[in-house]
């Protein structure tokens, strides 16, 4: 006896059957949102004719930097560093291998929620000597609401594109099948995946240069960002009259 139940049958076999089509859509979504964080990377460096005075050189430029970050206080979410690397330079002529001086670098991360204090601090560090300044780059939380709100109206039209197939075919939807973020089932970025584009600021390095005299703080544009959401979707349909 057969089962006019679409539900059942859906179930049986990986495919539609005349009692259970199938259908499969794919639901996006791609929203705007104002930037909640802004990174900059920092490079400080120092010189000296021996290893040890480009190390103290560098150990005393870096805790100035550190210094001046924290000084923005809440403004500031994350500060980290990096790479650091002390590295001899060789005399390029002469006999024998000789060093002429060595050269040091530290590189540092912060992160920032207060853009208005972002445009003060990256003047004040583009400001000191031997210091480059790189980005920023903007981006959203990981758990920003704006994530979830994509992941929602990708479903949301997923939804409305498979009714209204079923509505062409003058019938409704029966259940949902599958559902999956695009890339969760081989390879792929990740659902909800933030895309942004970096704005760099040209390297900056001054020499002799003091805080009092520091030009005012750089008006920053943050960057709006693009969110995008997808998944598919697939559901059985009540059996049509053709």
Request: proline residues 7%.
């Amino acid at each position: 006896m057969a089962n006019d139940d679409p539900n059942t049958d859906a179930t049986a076999v990986p495919y539609g059957t005349p009692q259970a089509p199938r259908i499969a859509v794919r639901g996006e979504a791609h929203l705007e949102a104002e930037p909640e964080l802004a990174r900059i990377g920092i490079t400080v460096s120092a010189r000296g004719t021996d290893r040890r005075t480009a190390l103290a050189s560098l150990t005393q430029r870096n805790a100035g930097v550190l210094d001046l970050v924290k000084t923005y206080g809440e403004a500031v979410e994350r500060l980290e560093t990096g790479a650091f690397s002390i590295t001899p330079e060789f005399t390029k002529h002469g006999r024998g291998e000789r060093i002429r001086t060595y050269h040091g670098s530290v590189h540092i991360t912060a992160e920032l929620t207060d853009f208005t204090a972002l445009g003060e601090l990256t003047t004040h560090l583009a400001d000191l000597d031997l210091t480059r300044v790189d980005g920023p780059w903007w981006s959203l939380r990981p758990t920003s609401p704006v994530h979830a709100t994509a992941r929602r109206q990708a479903v949301h039209e997923a939804v409305q594109r498979a009714r209204e197939y079923a509505d062409a075919l003058g019938t409704t939807l029966a259940a949902l099948v599958e559902l999956a973020d695009i890339g969760a089932e081989g390879p792929g970025g990740p659902f909800g995946h933030t895309m942004t584009r970096s704005a760099v600021m040209p390297t900056s390095a001054a020499y002799g240069a003091g805080l009092d005299d520091t030009p005012a703080g750089l008006d920053l544009e943050p960057e709006r960002q693009h969110v995008h959401a997808a998944v598919n979707a697939r559901f059985t349909l009540h059996p049509p009259t053709l």
